[in-house]
T-cell receptor, first 111, second 114 residues
Framework: DQQVKQNSPSLSVQEGRISILNCDYT??????FLWYKKYPAEGPTFLISISSIKDKNEDGRFTVFLNKSAKHLSLHIVPSQPGDSAVYFC??????????FGQGTRLTINP | DTEVTQTPKHLVMGMTNKKSLKCEQHMGHRAMYWYKQKAKKPPELMFV???????INESVPSRFSPECPNSSLLNLHLHALQPEDSALYLC?????????????FGSGTQLSVL
């Protein structure tokens, strides 16, 4: 049973445009959500997070939106840069040091 | 210092070998984790240590044995592994308060079991 789903395995975006990565979850107990970025043969790097009491969090070029009623969150990257090409994992936590990861979306930024 | 350091980066072992993976952090984090990641799959939680005590074991086979000698170090002892255990093993750490499970990951150990 996959509690965190990223339905797009890959996404290709033109440099300078907006990248939108989506994530859906099923567990209502999740109260903290994170996005991680991963390059090959490296560990995931934390990007941005959002608590369930908020619906938006912004950090520079990265914005995460949370729609609790739809159990959906999204990551917006604007403007997209070539260095943003990586695999992006959505993760959710019900607390108690447990993080559940989605399957990941491979983002490719084209020049 | 915001790094989690893992050694070795690569490890090849036979099914009868005994080896250990090591992880170190100096951020004062009191929670440390082992995750396993197979190719093209998400990281999967194996173990969690909180205040040097094992707090979560996600039904991991006994051929994987974690150890937390102190608040900065985490080991994963490997014995009699199977080829299907080949994966990237990730260590992570975090502060210990609810509502902020922001994990810092190391670069991982790429393990191949022959």
């Amino acid at each position: 049973d996959q509690q965190v789903k990223q339905n797009s395995p890959s996404l290709s975006v033109q440099e300078g445009r907006i990248s939108i990565l989506n994530c859906d979850y099923t567990n209502s107990m999740f109260d903290y959500f994170l996005w991680y970025k991963k390059y090959p043969a490296e560990g995931p790097t934390f990007l941005i997070s959002i608590s369930s009491i908020k619906d938006k969090n912004e950090d520079g070029r990265f914005t995460v939106f949370l729609n609790k009623s739809a159990k959906h969150l999204s990551l917006h990257i604007v403007p997209s840069q070539p260095g943003d090409s990586a695999v992006y994992f959505c993760a959710a936590s019900p607390g108690a040091q447990k993080l559940v990861f989605g399957q990941g979306t491979r983002l490719t930024i084209n020049p | 210092d915001t790094e989690v350091t893992q050694t070795p980066k690569h490890l090849v072992m036979g099914m009868t070998n005994k080896k250990s993976l090591k992880c170190e952090q100096h951020m004062g984090h009191r929670a440390m984790y082992w995750y396993k990641q197979k190719a093209k799959k998400p990281p999967e939680l194996m173990f969690v240590y909180s205040y040097e005590k094992l707090s979560i074991n996600e039904s991991v086979p006994s051929r994987f044995s974690p150890e937390c000698p102190n608040s900065s170090l985490l080991n994963l002892h490997l014995h009699a592994l199977q080829p299907e255990d080949s994966a990237l093993y990730l260590c992570a750490s975090s502060q210990l308060y609810l509502g902020n499970e922001k994990l810092f990951f190391g670069s991982g150990t790429q393990l191949s079991v022959l």
